[in-house]
């Protein structure tokens, strides 16, 4: 799978700024960040990411509820989507895939190694 965009959904500004530093480190990647679900809805449906990183707990509109509304959009069902998260329990990972979630980084995550991380998510996927 080809990335170029990534969408990047968390409310806490630091770690926004954290892992878009991390993120553009990569060649060719272009990131755009998002602070809530709606935000990243909008952005997702204006100008869709080959990827979005997606804060699970974000008030709001949450990363389960943001990824149902992406699901239900003709024009973002098919972009993959990774959470990002602290709650990284076996149950919790099974109903975050269950979901329809590409695979889950946990936070606190490596900014160095986040787009590899991402990056072994993706292949992991059928079809990649």
């Not at 630091?14 to 909008?42: H, K, M, Y």
């Not at 979005?52 to 973002?76: F, Q």
């Not at 990056?119 to 079809?127: Q, T």
């Amino acid at each position: 799978m080809n990335i170029e965009k990534v969408l990047l959904v968390d409310d806490d500004k630091n770690i926004r700024l954290i892992a878009q530093i991390g993120l553009e480190d990569t060649p060719d990647w272009i990131v755009t960040t998002a602070e809530s679900g709606a935000e990243a809805i909008a952005k997702a449906t204006a100008d869709p990411p080959d990827l979005i990183l997606l804060d699970m707990m974000m008030p709001g509109m949450d990363g389960k509820s943001t990824l149902v509304k992406l699901r239900a959009n003709e024009s973002t069902s098919h972009i993959p989507i990774i959470f990002m998260t602290a709650k990284v329990q076996t149950q919790e990972l099974e109903s975050y895939l269950a979901l329809g979630a590409a695979g889950v980084i946990s936070k606190p995550f490596d900014p160095i190694t986040l787009s590899a991380d991402i990056k072994r998510v993706l292949s992991s996927l059928p079809d990649s």
